[in-house]
């Protein structure tokens, strides 16, 4: 089995439990994470309509508060995707939210036409990618020209100190605990401090994303660092 299948297979399994999970770990404050995110971009499109595209969507809560968020700033939502490769994930998200459309694909192939969607979004999955640039490549594609890409991903942090060392212990001795008490799978939740350990820091995704067409408008970091939103936007 290929790595890209293995960890769609490793999300399949855990999808009964990933939102109790998500919650427990995060200890809720992801919700602000995301809030925070839609809000950012949404004001730049107020009093209109548009079609926003989440990748790696998962059970949809990403969608969810895409959908509460425009509500609340007068923005119209024209269509909401979602797009997971994973159909344990999906199966969760159809169950929470009847009315959202979902589609099983990769983020690097995501079946959409070409300047389809004002924003595209990608939280806490674009580590999982492993055909990352092509995944870049194909969200610039989607967009629009002068349309918004939503980023929040954990990553590496670029110094060494106390924080960090917290931080790590965390993620490397209680985070696989917890995880894989709730969902009976510790394996997958010792995947994900490997997973920010093969991913980039901060800069080095911004470098990626400028490569691939964007301009950087925000790299913001929350909670020590442990989460970090980018916001950019397409330029070519």
Same mark, same amino acid.
């Given at each position: ?15 009964? &439990?990933?939102? %109790? ?5 995060? /200890? =809720?404050?992801?919700? #602000? ?26 059970? *949809?809560?990403?969608?969810? /508060? ?15 995707? =979602?797009?997971?490769?994973? #159909? ?10 009847? *009315? ?10 995501? &079946? ?29 594609? %989607?967009?629009? /020209? ?8 954990? &990553?590496?942090? #670029?110094?060494?100190?106390? @924080? &960090? ?9 209680? @985070? ?15 995947? @994900? ?6 991913? $980039?820091?901060?800069? *080095? ?18 909670? /020590?660092?442990?989460?970090? $939103? ?7």
């Amino acid at each position: 089995m290929q790595k890209q299948e293995k960890i769609v297979q490793m999300f399949n399994d855990i999808a009964p &439990t990933y939102d %109790v999970a998500n919650r427990v770990l995060s /200890m =809720g404050v992801d919700v #602000s994470w995301r809030k925070y995110a839609c809000k950012k971009v949404l004001k730049n499109y107020q009093n209109s309509e548009v079609k926003i595209v989440d990748v790696a969507c998962g059970t *949809g809560d990403m969608m969810g /508060m895409w959908q509460s968020e425009a509500g609340l700033l007068g923005v119209k939502i024209d269509e909401l995707i =979602g797009i997971d490769p994973s #159909s344990g994930m999906l199966d969760e998200g159809r169950k929470k939210f009847a *009315g959202f459309k979902f589609i099983q694909a990769y983020a690097d192939k995501t &079946t959409l036409e070409s300047d389809f969607a004002d924003i595209l979004s990608i939280s806490y999955g674009i580590r999982n990618v492993v055909a990352r640039k092509e995944a870049l490549n194909e969200f610039n594609r %989607v967009l629009k /020209m002068g349309g918004h890409l939503v980023v929040l991903e954990f &990553t590496k942090r #670029s110094k060494k100190g106390f @924080l &960090t060392a917290l931080r790590d212990f965390y993620l490397q001795k209680i @985070l696989p605990k917890i995880g894989g008490a709730i969902s009976k799978n510790k394996e997958a939740y010792e995947y @994900l401090p490997n997973s920010i350990e093969g991913f $980039l820091d901060a800069k *080095g995704f911004c470098n990626e994303l400028e490569n691939a067409g964007f301009k950087i408008l925000e790299c913001k970091g929350f909670s /020590m660092e442990i989460s970090t $939103l980018f916001v950019a936007q397409k330029v070519r």
